[in-house]
C-alpha cells in the first residue's frame, strides 16, 4: 500500500476500488509472502504456530495443543483441521503454516514435492478401518460378507480420497465385493448416511467410530489389520517459528503424543 | 458532440467495473489454469462423461417436475388470496436462502428410509435412497421457488384484466388459462424454467447429503468436480469450465426470451393493466 | 324481458336499481366515485353482489340474499364488455381477438374465423385482421375490441367509457361506428360525455354516492335536469324552489309566475341557459321577466365571452360589454331573467318514467 501514490487528480477515482481490492486482498498477499521471508511477523513475540492437520486427528491434537501451551508457556497454537487432500492443496498454493499433520502418506509427498519441508516425516500415528452400522443394526451386519450381501446398503469413501483407498485395499485383502450403494467424498459423509439409517454399513476409520459415539455401532474387520493407514507429520519450510514448530512435532511423537491418540483409538507406529 | 445515455456519477460507474470484475475474473483465472493439452481426454473420461449425462438427465426431470407442480403454486399464490398466504408463500422460497445441506437433511429426514415418508414409501415398494430419483428430488426442492418466484411475478404484472374480458366472452376457467394467462406468461415460465434447470445443474449440498455419490446414478457433474479435485485438480478444473460453459448457455437461452418482449403494446399498458378489474 | 337490475353492494356503499328494455340503450352518467363501473362489473360477474337480483331476458344473473346465493359465471351471462382500454389479448391477431369468443362458445375455427371476419369488416378494420394488438392504433384496437365484443352475439353489451382512452381526433367516427352498433341492441354505457348519451342512448341514469339521483329519456334528463351533476351536464342554471300561490319561487329569490295546477309548496327546480340572463348594473322589472339583484361572486373568462357567477346562476356576457359595464367581483347587478326562457318542473318525474325506471331505494 506504501509503494502506491497518486500523482493527479485523475487517479484519485482509482482510489476507492483500489482500496476494496486491497481489502479483499489482503489474506491472499499475506499467504503468498508468509512461505518466502520471516520478517511479515503479523504474531507478537515467538512461540505462535500455525498446525494443519487432518481432519480425523480433531479430536486429540485439540487436545495435545493444550498440553502442549500449558508445557511452553508463551507459545500459542492455531489448528486448523480439514481434508488431507485440503490441506496439502492449500499449502502448495501458498498458505502459512508452520506443522502439518497429514492422514496418508501420499499427501505428505505431495508437499514433500514442493519443497515445502523442514526435515524428513515421522510416522507417529496409525489408523484401521472398521465396519459402521446404525445403532439398532437392523440389518444384523456381522462381518465384511455380511456388507456385501445382495440388498445390504453399504457405504464407502470414493477411491480418491484416503479412507476410500484403504476401503479398496481391504476389499481386496478380503476378498469381498462391497457393491457399495453411494461412494461419498469424505468419511462424514459416509457418518451421515450410517447415523440416519439410510445405509446399513459403512467403512470408516475405527478413530471415526470412536469419536462418533453412540450414533454409529463398530464392528471389527480381521483383514483390517493388513490395510493399515500411517500418519506424518513434519515442521514446514516457511513456518515463522522453527524452534517451536520442531517441538510440537516432537511432542507429538513422544509420549505425551502417544497417550491422547492412543485414547483415541489410533494405533502406535 | 454525443451525449452519453446515462449521465451516471463517475464513481458509480467505478463500483460498477469493480464488482464486474468480482463476478468475472475467477471465471478467468480458472479458464486460466485448465490444462488445454489434456482438456479433452479429461473431460471425456467415463466418469465425466457418465456425471454429465447424468446432471443433464436429473436436471431436465427435475425442471419438469417444477413445471408441473411449480404452475399451478404459482397461479394458487398470485389469482388466490386466503389465510395464511403469506407465510406459505414465504415458506415456498425458503429453499432459496436455506444452505443447500439443510435442504439435504430435511429431504433426509422425508423421504429416507426413517424419514417421515419413509415407511408408507418403503410400502408401496419405492426406494428412494441412494436412487437417481433422490437426486431430481435434491434438484427440484432448490430449483421450485425459481420458477414459483418468476412465475408468480409475471402473473401478477398481466394481472386479471384479460382473462375477465376472456371470461366475458364466453371461455371456460380452463380456456382462458390455456388460451390467455398461460401465453401470457409464457417469456416469464421459460425463462423461470431455464433458471431452475441451471439451478438444478449446479446443485451440490442436498444432493450429497440426501443421495449419496455413486458414478451415473447419483453422482453429477458438482459431485464429480468435487471428487476429482482430491487427486486430480486438473480435472476438476476441466469439468468446472464445462459446467461454466453449460450454465452461461442455458442463462443465455434464458435471456434470449425478453420478458413479454414482442408481446408488448405500442402505448405503455402496465398502469392499465395493474389497475385490478374490482377497481371499477 | 330486457333486463331488470337490483343490487347493493355495502362495501362500496352501492345500492341501484334499473331496468333496461330489449333493445334499449342506458347511459350510466355520474361523477367519478359514483359506482359506475361497479354496476357494470356487478353485470358482467366480475364482482358479486352483497344481495340483489337481475336478470336478462328471462334467466338470472345472480340472485343472492339472505338464504339464496345464486351467481352465474360470467361466460354464461351473455354479456359483453368493452372497456376504457380494448384489453385485445397482446398474443392473438386481431382475428384471432374477434374469433376468440366464437371459438370458447364451441364454434369450429374456421367458421369462427368467418364470423370475426365479418365484425371486423362491419367495424372498418378488415385490412388489420393479421396484425398484433402492438402493431394498432388506439382507434383500430377499440374498434377490433368492438367486433370482438360483439362477434358472441351477446344478449347485453356493456360498454365502459369506450372512447375515454382515445384521441379527440378519432372519437366522433368511433361514436358514429358505436351508435350504427347499438341500434336494437340491449346495451349499458357508461359515459361521461354528455354527447354520447344524447348520441346513443335512449334514456339516462345519473348515479352519485352509489344512488341513482336521475333517471328519465335522455333529452329529458338533458333539457330538465333535477340535480345539480345534471344541469352541470346540460350546460343549464339549475335553481331550486317551490310552488307558491302565484308561482315559482327560487331560492335566491327569483319569482316566476305559472299558470299550472301543480298545488301549492310542491318543491320544483327552474332550468335557464346561462346565455338567457342578461347581466346589467340596474334594470327595471317588466312585466315578462325576473330580476335578482346580487353581488358577483366571480368573473370567468371563457375565451369568447365571460361568465359571471352571482346569486348562484352563471350568467355569459360579451367581452365587450363586460368591460363597459365594469363587471368585477363584488359589484351588485341586476340578472335579468325572461320567464320564457326558465323552464319550471317539478323535481320528481316518476309521473314520466311510469315503470320503466324507478329511483334508488336510498333517496
Not at chain 3, 13 to 35: K, M, Q, S, W
Not at chain 3, 117 to 134: D, I, N, Q, T
Request: charged share 20%; hydrophobic share 50%.
Amino acid at each position: 500500500m506504501g509503494r502506491m501514490r497518486f500523482r493527479t487528480r485523475g487517479q484519485r477515482l482509482l482510489l476507492l476500488p483500489a482500496a476494496l481490492i486491497a481489502a479483499l486482498g489482503i489474506s491472499a498477499c499475506g499467504a503468498d509472502e508468509t512461505a518466502g521471508s520471516a520478517d511479515t511477523t503479523a504474531h507478537s513475540g515467538g512461540g505462535s504456530i500455525t498446525v494443519f492437520a487432518a481432519a480425523s486427528l480433531k479430536e486429540p491434537f485439540t487436545a495435545l495443543a493444550d498440553q502442549f501451551e500449558d508445557a511452553h508457556p508463551g507459545t500459542d497454537l492455531t489448528l486448523n483441521f480439514a481434508g488431507s487432500s485440503d490441506l496439502a492443496t492449500q499449502l502448495v498454493e501458498g498458505a502459512p503454516a508452520d506443522v502439518l499433520a497429514s492422514a496418508d502418506e501420499s499427501t505428505m509427498e505431495r508437499v514433500r514435492g514442493a519443497d515445502l519441508l523442514d526435515g524428513e516425516p515421522v510416522t507417529f500415528a496409525t489408523n484401521i478401518l472398521q465396519l459402521a452400522v446404525p445403532p439398532d443394526n437392523t440389518a444384523g451386519i456381522a462381518s465384511l460378507a455380511d456388507a456385501a450381501r445382495p440388498g445390504v446398503k453399504t457405504v464407502v469413501c470414493a477411491a480418491q480420497v484416503p479412507c476410500g483407498a484403504a476401503a479398496a485395499r481391504l476389499q481386496e485383502a478380503a476378498d469381498v465385493d462391497l457393491a457399495p450403494v453411494s461412494e461419498e467424498s469424505s468419511v462424514t459423509d459416509v457418518l451421515g448416511k450410517i447415523s440416519s439409517g439410510e445405509a446399513d454399513a459403512g467403512l470408516v476409520y475405527v478413530t471415526d467410530v470412536r469419536a462418533a459415539g453412540e450414533t454409529v455401532l463398530g464392528i471389527a474387520v480381521p483383514e483390517a489389520a493388513d490395510v493399515v493407514n500411517t500418519y506424518p507429520v513434519a515442521a514446514l519450510a516457511g513456518s515463522q517459528d522453527p524452534g517451536t514448530a520442531r517441538d510440537f512435532v516432537d511432542f507429538v511423537v513422544g509420549d505425551d503424543g502417544r497417550a491422547v491418540l492412543e485414547a483415541a483409538g489410533f494405533g502406535a507406529p | 458532440m454525443e451525449l452519453t445515455p446515462a449521465r451516471l456519477p463517475r464513481w458509480i460507474l467505478v463500483l460498477a467495473a469493480v464488482g464486474g470484475l468480482f463476478v468475472v475474473l475467477p471465471l478467468v483465472a480458472m479458464a486460466l489454469r485448465v490444462d488445454w493439452v489434456h482438456f479433452v481426454p479429461l473431460v471425456t473420461s467415463e466418469s465425466a462423461r457418465a456425471a454429465l449425462l447424468l446432471s443433464l438427465r436429473t436436471s431436465i426431470s427435475a425442471t419438469m417436475l417444477c413445471v408441473v407442480f411449480g404452475v399451478p403454486m404459482a397461479l394458487v399464490l398470485a389469482r388466490t388470496s386466503f389465510r395464511g398466504q403469506r407465510i406459505l408463500r414465504s415458506l415456498v422460497l425458503l429453499p432459496l436462502v436455506l444452505p443447500p445441506v439443510v435442504g439435504g437433511i430435511a429431504l433426509l429426514y422425508t423421504f429416507g428410509r426413517r424419514g417421515l415418508l419413509g415407511g408408507t414409501l418403503e410400502a408401496l415398494g419405492v426406494d428412494i435412497a441412494f436412487s437417481t430419483t433422490a437426486v431430481v428430488l435434491s434438484q427440484a426442492f432448490v430449483a421450485l421457488p425459481f420458477l414459483v418466484l418468476s412465475l408468480e411475478g409475471a402473473l401478477r404484472t398481466v394481472g386479471t384484466r384479460y382473462e375477465a374480458v376472456g371470461a366475458t366472452l364466453g371461455a371456460t376457467r380452463w380456456t382462458v388459462l390455456r388460451r390467455i394467462t398461460l401465453p401470457l406468461v409464457l417469456p416469464a415460465l421459460i425463462s423461470g424454467a431455464v433458471l431452475s434447470f441451471a439451478r438444478a445443474l449446479g446443485e451440490f449440498g442436498a444432493t450429497l447429503t440426501f443421495a449419496g455419490s455413486l458414478q451415473g446414478t447419483t453422482r453429477t457433474l458438482p459431485l464429480e468436480i468435487y471428487l476429482q479435485r482430491e487427486t486430480d485438480p486438473d480435472a476438476a478444473v476441466a469439468l468446472s469450465l464445462i459446467l461454466v460453459v453449460v450454465a452461461i448457455a442455458v442463462v443465455g437461452a434464458a435471456h434470449r426470451v425478453r420478458p413479454l418482449g414482442s408481446l408488448a403494446p405500442a402505448r405503455p399498458v402496465a398502469p392499465a393493466l395493474r389497475r385490478a378489474v374490482d377497481t371499477h | 324481458m330486457g333486463l331488470t337490475f337490483a343490487a347493493q353492494l355495502a362495501e362500496r356503499d352501492v345500492d341501484v336499481r334499473f331496468e333496461v328494455a330489449t333493445g334499449e340503450t342506458l347511459a350510466v352518467l355520474g361523477p367519478n366515485g359514483a359506482g359506475k363501473s361497479t354496476v357494470l362489473s356487478l353485470l358482467a360477474g366480475l364482482l358479486a353482489p352483497t344481495s340483489g337480483r337481475a336478470d336478462l331476458e328471462g334467466s338470472v344473473l345472480f340472485d343472492v340474499g339472505a338464504s339464496r346465493r345464486t351467481l352465474t359465471e360470467p361466460r354464461e351471462r351473455g354479456i359483453s364488455l368493452l372497456a376504457q382500454e380494448a384489453l385485445l389479448f397482446p398474443h392473438l391477431s386481431a382475428l384471432e381477438n374477434v374469433a376468440f369468443g366464437p371459438r370458447s362458445r364451441g364454434v369450429p375455427r374456421t367458421a369462427a374465423r368467418a364470423t370475426a371476419l365479418g365484425w371486423l369488416e362491419r367495424v372498418g378494420v378488415a385490412e388489420l385482421v393479421h396484425r398484433r394488438p402492438h402493431q394498432l392504433s388506439g382507434g383500430q384496437a377499440q374498434r377490433v375490441a368492438l367486433a370482438r365484443a360483439l362477434a358472441v352475439e351477446p344478449s347485453l353489451l356493456l360498454l365502459d367509457e369506450p372512447l375515454a382512452a382515445l384521441d379527440v381526433s378519432i372519437t366522433p367516427t368511433m361514436r358514429l361506428l358505436l351508435r350504427e352498433v347499438l341500434q336494437g341492441r340491449t346495451a349499458v354505457i357508461v359515459t361521461h360525455d354528455p354527447l354520447d348519451a344524447f348520441l346513443l342512448a335512449d334514456r339516462v341514469l345519473v348515479l352519485e354516492g352509489g344512488r341513482i339521483v336521475e333517471s328519465g329519456a335522455t333529452a329529458e334528463v338533458l333539457t330538465r335536469p333535477v340535480t345539480a351533476f345534471g344541469a352541470r351536464l346540460a350546460g343549464l342554471n339549475l335553481v331550486q324552489g317551490r310552488r307558491t300561490r302565484t308561482g315559482f319561487a327560487g331560492g335566491n329569490g327569483i319569482e316566476v309566475p305559472l299558470a299550472d295546477r301543480l298545488p301549492e309548496g310542491t318543491a320544483l327546480v327552474l332550468a335557464v341557459r346561462p346565455a338567457a340572463i342578461s347581466v346589467s348594473l340596474s334594470s327595471h322589472p317588466g312585466a315578462d321577466a325576473a330580476v335578482v339583484r346580487a353581488e358577483i361572486d366571480d368573473v370567468e373568462h371563457r375565451g369568447d365571452l365571460v361568465r359571471i357567477h352571482a346569486a348562484g346562476l352563471a350568467a355569459d356576457v360579451a367581452p365587450a360589454d363586460a368591460v363597459a359595464l365594469g363587471l368585477v367581483p363584488g359589484i351588485a347587478v341586476d340578472l335579468r331573467i325572461r320567464h320564457g326562457d326558465a323552464t319550471v318542473y317539478p323535481t320528481r318525474r316518476e309521473q314520466q318514467d311510469s315503470g320503466r325506471s324507478t329511483a334508488g331505494s336510498g333517496r
